[in-house]
């Protein structure tokens, strides 16, 4: 269950449904929602795509990590939807753990349902080469560090929106 002056922070891999399960869950919880990708590329006025290929991952993970710390020191309570790579700087993952926060880990099978789901989607240069190969070995270096940051667990295979929603709030 979500506390009154908790933030909501969705974390897991591309593909998963952060951002549309994120939308639907402001929604219903009366919330803004702060998406990381979203407000780098707002802030910046340049896209992911463009600045992994112009400046390199270093400085995109730099922008991820101020973006997220000032998410997380809001003092209104949101939903945040937090990129796939935000669990993998040290620093990251002690601002969700110390955050006024409800952290969930939305976690699918990357061979099945994260391959399907990161077909559609331009934002994602780290999968242009071999998406199926990549995802497994995300998934494989990040799982640990998603259940580090996680309060809950919610798997999303075979799960609709609303089925997935109904979980987080649970
Ligand atoms: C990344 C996830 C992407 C985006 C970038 C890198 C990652 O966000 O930040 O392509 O390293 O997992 P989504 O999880 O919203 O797709």
Redesign the pocket.
């Given at each position: 269950m979500i506390r009154a002056g908790q933030h909501l922070v969705l974390v897991?891999?591309?593909?998963?449904g952060?951002?549309t399960v994120a939308r639907v869950l402001a929604d219903r919880l009366g919330r803004a929602v702060y998406?990381?990708?979203h407000v780098?590329e707002a802030q910046t006025g340049r896209s992911?795509?463009d600045i992994?290929a112009a400046d390199g991952?270093v400085a995109?993970r730099a922008l991820?990590t101020e973006v997220l710390r000032s998410g997380l020191a809001s003092e209104e309570p949101l939903v945040i939807?937090?990129?796939?790579?935000?669990v993998?700087a040290e620093e990251n993952r002690a601002l969700l753990r110390d955050a006024r926060a409800r952290v969930v880990w939305l976690c699918a099978d990357p061979a099945t349902t994260l391959l399907e789901r990161?077909r559609n989607?331009t934002?994602?240069?780290?999968?242009d080469d071999d998406p199926a190969g990549t995802l497994q070995r995300?998934f494989t270096q990040?799982e640990a560090m998603y259940r580090d940051v996680a309060d809950a667990i919610v798997l999303v295979d075979h799960r609709s929106v609303s089925e997935v929603v109904e979980a987080v709030l649970r």
């Amino acid at each position: 269950m979500i506390r009154a002056g908790q933030h909501l922070v969705l974390v897991g891999m591309m593909g998963v449904g952060k951002s549309t399960v994120a939308r639907v869950l402001a929604d219903r919880l009366g919330r803004a929602v702060y998406d990381t990708d979203h407000v780098i590329e707002a802030q910046t006025g340049r896209s992911v795509r463009d600045i992994f290929a112009a400046d390199g991952e270093v400085a995109f993970r730099a922008l991820e990590t101020e973006v997220l710390r000032s998410g997380l020191a809001s003092e209104e309570p949101l939903v945040i939807a937090g990129a796939g790579g935000v669990v993998l700087a040290e620093e990251n993952r002690a601002l969700l753990r110390d955050a006024r926060a409800r952290v969930v880990w939305l976690c699918a099978d990357p061979a099945t349902t994260l391959l399907e789901r990161v077909r559609n989607g331009t934002h994602r240069p780290l999968l242009d080469d071999d998406p199926a190969g990549t995802l497994q070995r995300m998934f494989t270096q990040r799982e640990a560090m998603y259940r580090d940051v996680a309060d809950a667990i919610v798997l999303v295979d075979h799960r609709s929106v609303s089925e997935v929603v109904e979980a987080v709030l649970r």
